[in-house]
C-alpha cells in the first residue's frame, strides 16, 4: 500500500482536528479507547462520517478510499495530542 498521503498533510490534518473538534470531545474519545481498545474503529460510520466531512470541508481533498483508512489515526494522533496536553 501506497503512502498516498504525505506525512505534512497528515500534520495538518492532526493540528485541524485539535483545534477544530472540542478539546473535551477528543478528551472523551480517549477515555472511550481505554474502556474498548477498537472504540475508534467502532465508530466509522458514525463519528468517523463526521471527521470525514469536517476534513473534505477544510479542503482534505482525499479520495474515498484515503479518507477511509486515514480518518481514524489522525483523530487518534489528535486524541493523543490533546491527551499529552492535559496532563
Not at 12 to 35: D, G, H
Not at 60 to 80: Q, Y
Request: with cysteine; proline share 5%.
Amino acid at each position: 500500500m501506497c503512502p498516498c498521503i504525505s506525512e505534512e498533510e497528515r500534520k495538518k490534518a492532526i493540528q485541524y482536528l485539535v483545534e477544530t473538534v472540542p478539546r473535551e470531545t477528543l478528551l472523551q474519545i480517549y477515555e472511550e479507547i481505554l474502556r474498548e481498545p477498537d472504540w475508534l474503529i467502532m465508530q466509522h460510520f458514525g463519528m468517523g462520517a463526521g471527521i470525514r466531512n469536517l476534513l473534505r470541508a477544510k479542503g482534505f481533498a482525499w479520495d474515498d478510499t484515503d479518507m477511509d483508512h486515514e480518518w481514524e489515526p489522525i483523530t487518534l494522533e489528535a486524541v493523543r495530542k490533546v491527551q499529552g496536553e492535559a496532563r
